[in-house]
């Protein structure tokens, strides 16, 4: 896998916010296909860290390479041109609009005339969410009547109905109970069956073991390591979240 | 909604002793809500996208000024009194400079980060002040022949052959748009409602224009007027006196024409779509690429744009441009806007409830004028309506939402 030009290739990233270095020269690779867990305390610098790559922070020093190009990354919509899709941690959904609205906040769908194509674009929305939840049917209800699972998945079918090569999830099954969290955990699995490299973020080291193939530890703004997950055990990663050390590995 | 005002409309007729639910008060009602209406569109936009605009009196008041000088003193100069372009150049000035007000409000308030409370609250003293400044106070008029039927008036009205073509197309618009969207939605096969439900809600809609066409029709212009006319027709008056309908006003279908576009700009464009995301979740807006600051920019020039026409109703209907036009407007339309079912949260609202919310509103206060009420005392109703309505509003969605979650 490690043999493979690196699908993203993030060195010396740094940030400050007035004087405090939020994330301080971290590099990291993902590769396709791959699940890397980003862990961390809060506040360690994770979720700044991985904004740099979705767009929404400007680093201070840094290079970003996708298959091997050196990119420039200044918005959202820069990310989404290089394939690279974020689920945020507050989901960013607006309560007020409709499933089908949601997925296409910013590329919506529209008629010759330049209108609005609604109903094409709830077509879409159906035929995505019947992949991920058979279930949903409230298609005509603002999100906000939606539960968190639900919630969850048009944030989830957003992310990938525009054939997302780099997947950003912060925390992405907090929020959630352990049936909605094992749809989402199988999700991933299949996501990363087709491709897809993905980083998965958390304070918790339970909700990214048993789905990462690596981890990297974050620890006050800097990288304190990253293993494959097979070589680690629990207590070691923990031990790389709350003192900041690396573990031998053998 | 509807509700509300045909209770209003029936409990004002039966205390005015059948003065309110005649043509004639109902004519009269829809131009004097005209131009509030036409301004709530545009506050609707505004306070879904989580702002507010404090100043559309007093633009009114700047831009009808603007209006009414370039009538009566700059444009008569230049192609004397009588030209037919002058009422739409005029117009056409009161527009860019509303538009550019618009575009000044929204750049302060999206780019310099000025809450938009504070930019209109000084754009009602700064605007007020500059309509004083245009004619150091003195009143403008009278305005151009061809501005004053955007007023109404006996002028300012269509006729009964023209209201039924209006009323006869609006029907077939109705009828065509329940067509299109269910043809649309077998194509993808959605679930259709019952064919029954869609006769009903297209009756009602069609129903309720006849209604006005109807209402329209049977406004009579004054006797003297009616003879003017036929005379200069070559008609023979019968000796019973001759009956000319008013048909619909000038102004209703101009508030009518605004409610549709913004309506339009609303539902149908990436604009309108942007602007309820943008109210719902700004945050998220941003993340989805959504140039939000720019957002903000249109909304307050489509309000200014807005502004404009109205103020244009406003001159046009008064027959001079005056300093204190527009005074107290903006409590009005957002008091309309509101009770329309604006969520002053953001990311809730629609025009037709805030074109409607007007309507209440107009009805009240010449309701309560019909049945000789003193000026204070219809402050005091017209203010405990709106609180009133609010918390009824609040209450219902509180419900509806709990029963949909």
Redesign the interface.
């Known amino acids: 896998m490690s043999a493979a030009l690196p699908l993203v290739a993030m060195r010396g990233m740094s940030i400050s916010f007035g004087g405090v270095r939020a994330v301080d020269d971290v590099s990291l690779d993902l590769h396709a296909g791959e699940v890397v867990g980003l862990l961390g305390h809060n506040g360690a610098g994770k979720s700044t860290f991985i904004k740099m790559l979705s767009g929404?922070y400007h680093p201070d020093a840094g290079e970003i390479r996708i298959d091997g190009q050196a990119v420039t990354i200044n918005?959202?919509?820069d990310a989404?041109r290089h394939g690279i899709e974020?689920i945020?941690q507050?989901?960013?959904?607006?309560?007020?609009?409709d499933a089908a609205?949601?997925l296409f906040?910013?590329?919506?769908l529209?008629t010759a005339w330049?209108?609005?194509d609604d109903?094409?674009m709830?077509?879409e929305t159906r035929r995505v969410m019947a992949r991920l939840n058979p279930h949903f049917v409230k298609f005509k209800?603002p999100v906000?009547?939606l539960s968190g699972g639900q919630r969850q998945a048009v944030a989830i079918a957003r992310a990938i109905h525009f054939n997302a090569r780099i997947l950003i999830m912060d925390e992405p099954t907090a929020a959630l109970g352990p049936q909605e969290t094992k749809q989402v955990a199988d999700l991933i699995l299949q996501l990363k069956r087709e491709g897809i490299g993905i980083f998965l973020i958390s304070h918790d080291i339970h909700d990214v073991f048993d789905l990462a193939d690596r981890v990297a530890v974050m620890k006050n703004g800097k990288m304190v390591g990253t293993a494959p997950t097979r070589a680690v055990t629990k207590d070691q990663v923990l031990e790389m979240i709350i003192l900041g050390t690396r573990p031998s590995i053998q | 909604m509807l509700a509300a005002l045909v209770l209003i409309w029936v409990g004002v007729d039966i205390l005015s002793g059948g003065a309110f639910l005649t043509p004639r008060n109902l004519w009269n009602l829809s131009v004097q809500t005209a131009s509030v209406m036409v301004m709530a569109t545009g506050m609707v936009l505004v306070i879904v996208a989580r702002h507010i605009d404090l100043s559309v009196g007093s633009v009114l008041g700047v831009v009808g000024m603007v209006m009414g000088v370039t009538q009566t003193e700059f444009l008569p100069r230049l192609m004397g009194y009588d030209s037919p372009f002058i009422w739409i150049l005029a117009l056409a000035a009161g527009v860019a400079v509303g538009a550019a007000i618009g575009l000044l409000h929204g750049v302060i308030i999206a780019y310099l980060g000025v809450p938009a409370f504070i930019v209109t609250l000084g754009g009602l003293l700064v605007w007020r002040g500059c309509a004083w400044w245009i004619t150091s106070g003195r009143t403008v008029a009278p305005m151009d022949d061809a501005f004053r039927r955007m007023g109404g008036g006996v002028e300012g009205a269509i006729g009964s052959t023209w209201t039924w073509v209006v009323g006869v197309l609006a029907v077939a618009a109705i009828v065509l748009r329940a067509l299109h969207a269910r043809r649309r939605r077998q194509q993808v096969g959605f679930a259709l409602r019952p064919v029954w439900a869609e006769v009903v809600v297209a009756g009602l809609a069609c129903a309720g224009v006849l209604t006005v066409v109807l209402v329209a029709n049977s406004y009579d212009l004054p006797p003297r007027v009616a003879e003017r006319i036929a005379a200069a027709r070559g008609l023979v008056v019968p000796p019973e006196g001759l009956s000319i309908a008013h048909g619909l006003a000038v102004p209703v279908l101009i508030a009518v024409g605004a409610g549709i576009v913004v309506t339009f700009l609303a539902r149908r464009t990436r604009f309108g779509r942007y602007v309820f995301a943008l109210g719902g979740n700004p945050e998220a807006a941003e993340l989805s690429g959504v140039d939000t600051r720019r957002i903000t920019v249109l909304v307050f020039v489509l309000m200014g744009v807005l502004c404009a026409v109205a103020a244009a109703i406003s001159t046009a209907r008064l027959n001079a441009a005056t300093n204190a036009q527009g005074t107290l407007d903006e409590l009005y339309v957002i008091a309309a806007t509101v009770i329309g079912g604006t969520s002053l949260g953001g990311g809730l609202g629609t025009v037709a409830g805030a074109m409607l919310g007007a309507l209440v509103m107009q009805s009240l206060q010449s309701g309560m004028v019909l049945m000789g009420l003193d000026t204070p005392l219809q402050n005091i109703v017209v203010g405990l309506v709106l609180v009133v309505a609010v918390w009824l509003d609040r209450l219902y969605r509180s419900r509806t939402l709990k029963g949909a979650a």
Do not use: C, Q
């Open positions: 929404a918005s959202p919509r989404r974020t945020y507050t989901l960013a959904l607006a309560d007020n609009l609205a949601n906040l910013g590329r919506e529209r330049g209108t609005l109903v094409a709830e077509a209800e906000r009547a």
